[in-house]
């Protein structure tokens, strides 16, 4: 299993960038990696997802490097919304589904 | 994502008591999968299954069972609860391994 390691916490001001890295050494050549957000008492939601370099969509980036053992998700200009929990995935197959304990976020005012 | 839905959203029992968590979608999905959140801490699969006729144990599948009665349809059941089980359930949806997964908006079970 491709397990993950992300910061427990991180504090970040609004309107500033927000990078979260996440660790996962032993991922496979057919894994992708996904990250979630997580409110409080609602279920994950999609944010994003890659397999290597760069990837862009309308609320984040995700930044693979050539190994592929880690990847960050970057936010660009958070606000107070953007305060919730962020969970890396390594997807390759449900048998290798494997949630981390995520990165709680806190934007402050 | 009102296309996962999840029964009961709050449920109280007791210790030893049988009890079944309900799941609906209305994505088309084939795979779906129940997760157990603790509090604080991340999501650990239970059970997952990619068809009606292909049903998996997840990371923590003990004192759990599960049912695939159609497409729409997965129930999770804990055949005699105890207070450790006491969480948050969540059901979830894709269309494929690496599909984005659609969350339920979760099931608060209570075990005194």
């Known amino acids: ?109 | 994502d009102a296309d996962v839905t999840q029964t009961p959203r709050n449920r109280i029992t007791k210790t030893g008591k049988r009890i079944m968590l309900e799941c609906s979608q209305t994505k088309g999905h084939d795979r779906m999968y129940w997760y157990r959140q603790d509090p604080g801490l991340g999501l650990q699969l239970i059970y997952y299954s990619f068809d009606v006729k292909d049903i998996n144990k997840g990371e923590i599948s003990d004192g759990y069972s599960v049912s695939r009665q159609a497409q729409a349809k997965f129930s999770l059941s804990l055949e005699s609860a105890i207070p450790n089980q006491t969480a948050l359930y969540f059901c979830a949806t894709s269309d494929s391994d690496r599909g984005t997964q659609y969350f339920g908006p979760g099931t608060r079970l209570l075990v005194l």
Not at chain 1, 77 to 105: K, N, P
């Open chain 1, 1 to 109: 299993l491709a397990k993950t390691t992300q910061p427990i916490s991180m504090d970040s001001y609004e309107g500033q960038e927000v990078n979260i890295t996440c660790s996962h050494n032993n991922i496979a050549t057919n894994d992708y990696i996904t990250w979630y957000q997580q409110f409080p008492s609602q279920g994950p939601r999609f944010i994003i997802q890659g397999y290597k370099t760069k990837v862009t969509n309308e609320v984040a980036s995700l930044f693979i490097p050539a190994d592929r053992k880690s990847s960050t998700l970057s936010l660009p200009r958070v606000s107070l919304s953007d305060t919730a929990v962020y969970y890396c995935l390594v997807e390759g197959s449900a048998r290798q589904l494997t949630f981390g304990s995520g990165t709680q976020l806190t934007v402050l005012p």
